[in-house]
């Protein structure tokens, strides 16, 4: 197989996909501060993109050169929808599409979609072979879990590589299990043994807990997978991919700079989305710059408290105003100036 996966050099990095998280003013952020090989947007209904309310569907689809190769990645349960939906995908220019069959929302597998395909092989095979023929030559792939109510590796695991795709990614977590318990890796290690025998040139992606590419290096080779996806890991360190940082340097950055990432994404996030996405989605990724320092917690309420983004520059400003000054006092008492 000749597909931009298998060019990149092993083990690479994927960013989760995440629904509300990983737009396409996350991805920038993550690319300035050090980009995983792989992005994917967030999941997007094929139905949707099929029907009359695709323009505010396709929202999910906005990207930028920068976030390339970018995967985009279907759920649904309708190979007719996913022949179209691939179609267009390949027309707006996307690099890869990934079919969605691992996330365990209620909502969402009473209908038979995502890992509710686990059990309904059939079905899971119809939908890719629709992807494949419209996607005209673009690499299809599947992200999905090691079972739905119950663990079933090997026989899931066998059924999709005998489709011979390109690219498998497992959450070592079965539906069920949501993510509740640790990710079993010593199931991805039995995924790529199996690939030995079955398909040799599909890739295999492993995806559950990685914190750290540290931690992500060594869960590699200890299964040998040839790709390593994360998630929540970005949540505690967007630096988590750059290779040039170790796990210790996000929670030991300046605070400054913490708050300067914070504007720069509040920012990002009112040029591209203005009024088409809440200002208050921007919430959830306070935590992430306001941890690990002196005064976060009081700072993280009164963020809580803004609704748009002069509010959150007045805010920030006022606590630099106030801390800068502690900060430098906290320094020169920890090593004074001699
Ligand atoms: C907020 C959130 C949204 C998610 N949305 C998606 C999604 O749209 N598509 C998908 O395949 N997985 C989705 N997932 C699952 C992640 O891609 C990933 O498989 C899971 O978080 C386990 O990896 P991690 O331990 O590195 O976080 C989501 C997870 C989270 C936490």
């Known amino acids: 197989m000749n597909t931009f996966w298998h060019n990149l050099e092993k083990p690479f990095t994927v960013l989760a996909p995440m629904e509300d998280v990983t737009d396409t003013v996350f991805r920038r952020i993550i690319a300035d501060c050090g980009r995983p090989d792989i992005f994917v947007t967030e999941f997007t209904s094929a139905d949707g993109l099929c029907s009359e309310g695709r323009l ?9 050169e920068v976030e390339r190769p970018l995967v985009a990645q279907i759920w649904g349960n309708n190979p007719s929808n996913y022949y179209k939906a691939a179609k267009m995908l390949k027309e707006q220019g996307f690099n890869g599409i990934d079919i969605n069959m691992g996330c365990p929302v209620q909502k969402i597998v009473k209908n038979g979609c995502c890992s509710a395909l686990i059990d309904n092989p059939a079905l899971a095979k119809e939908l890719v072979v629709a992807a494949i023929e419209g996607a005209e030559g673009l690499p299809v792939s599947v992200k999905t879990r090691i079972g739905f109510k119950k663990k ?13 795709l390109p690219v498998l990614t497992f959450h070592a977590r079965t539906s069920k ?4 318990v640790p990710a079993e890796w010593d199931e ?6 199996l690939r030995k025998e ?5 890739l295999i992606i492993g995806n559950g ?11 590699a080779s200890f299964s040998n997978v040839d790709g390593l996806m994360i998630g929540r890991g970005v949540f505690k360190d967007p630096f988590i991919f750059n290779k040039n940082t170790d796990e210790n340097f996000f929670v030991n950055l300046d605070p400054k700079i913490r708050l300067s990432l914070l504007l720069k994404h509040s920012r990002l996030h009112e040029k591209v989305w203005a009024n088409k996405k809440p200002f208050k989605i921007l919430k959830k990724f306070y935590k992430i710059y306001v941890s690990d320092f002196r005064g976060a917690s009081e700072l993280r309420s009164d963020l809580m408290q803004t609704n748009t983004l002069v ?3 007045k805010v920030i400003a006022q606590w630099l105003d106030v801390n800068s000054h502690t900060e430098k006092k906290s320094i020169d008492q920890v090593a004074p100036a001699t």
Do not use: C, H
């Open 177 to 180: 299990q949501m993510s509740k």
């Open 198 to 202: 079955i398909s040799p040139e599909t």
């Open 152 to 164: 079933v590796t090997e026989k899931w695991a066998s059924f999709l590589l005998e489709l011979k």
């Open 188 to 193: 991805i290690k039995k995924i790529v043994n």
């Open 209 to 219: 807990d990685i914190i750290s590419l540290e931690d992500g290096y060594s869960k």
């Open 311 to 313: 509010e959150v520059e």
């Open 56 to 64: 505010a569907v396709s929202k999910r689809l906005l990207y930028t």
